[in-house]
């Protein structure tokens, strides 16, 4: 425990820096200011053995502690009052504002484009063994993880503003910008990628184009919908220090 508390309270580290990041951990440049990454490689440090046993129920512990505040992040997310009793009321707001970001344009764009990604890598053969394989293998790294993580950012970010946040009011403050921010900086290094898969494949470009088409409409869409999202200030990523 005491090691975990010396982590948090350690003054390089940058508050919130992991709420609006792409998880993507292992090409971060921030991980050594970033709690829950430090606190990750703790607890995969972790043994059971008798002598470290007391240190592995802190480190139960500080997770239950953690997940208390993702409790309350996500409440607060979701528009949620967890000392309200009428909960019910507010699950059944939830659902309904669920269901209005996976009927919006924009998830619907996203979801298309999952289906695109699938289908292109069913019909190309990418077995390439020559100079230009080290810029493939990492075009294909960044369209798989993106993937499906645009989606979920943006669904995130759509029922996110439906809430009324009233110590946010300005666009470029507001969590659903945050969330629409790293939705579309995935959806410029997924266009980028593509346009890597479209000079290293000729034979494949009417399946690349219409990829790259339709990442170009949900770009458009999404700024469209969060106009302050692109000056969102991402704690850590978009300060000068």
């Not at 309350?72 to 659902?95: C, F, P, R, Y």
């Not at 910008?177 to 290094?189: F, H, V, Y």
């Not at 346009?195 to 949900?218: A, H, S, V, W």
């Amino acid at each position: 425990m005491d090691h975990l508390k010396e982590m948090a309270d350690n003054p390089d580290l940058i508050s919130g820096i992991f709420n609006y990041c792409d998880r993507w951990c292992e090409r971060c440049h921030m991980t050594s200011r970033c709690l829950l990454f430090l606190s990750d490689e703790f607890n995969k440090s972790a043994t059971n053995s008798d002598d470290d046993n007391a240190e592995v129920w802190e480190a139960v512990s500080a997770v239950c502690e953690t997940t208390r505040a993702l409790l309350q992040q996500i409440a607060h997310e979701e528009g949620i009052d967890l000392s309200n009793a009428n909960v019910d009321e507010q699950m059944t707001q939830m659902k309904k504002n669920r269901m209005y970001a996976e009927n919006h344009k924009c998830t619907v764009l996203a979801s298309e484009y999952s289906e695109r990604v699938s289908n292109w890598f069913e019909h190309v053969n990418i077995d390439v063994q020559d100079d230009t394989i080290h810029d493939i293998e990492l075009a294909v790294d960044i369209i798989h993880y993106y993937r499906f993580f645009i989606s979920v950012k943006i669904r995130r970010a759509l029922e996110g503003d439906l809430l009324t946040i009233s110590d946010s009011p300005d666009l470029q403050t507001s969590d659903s910008c945050g969330s629409a921010k790293i939705a579309l900086i995935a959806l410029d290094r997924s266009m980028a990628a593509w346009g890597e898969m479209y000079r290293c494949f000729p034979d494949t470009e009417e399946l690349t184009l219409k990829i790259l088409m339709l990442l170009e409409r949900l770009v458009r869409k999404t700024e469209n919908t969060f106009p302050g999202a692109r000056d969102f200030i991402r704690p850590g990523f978009d300060e000068v220090f």
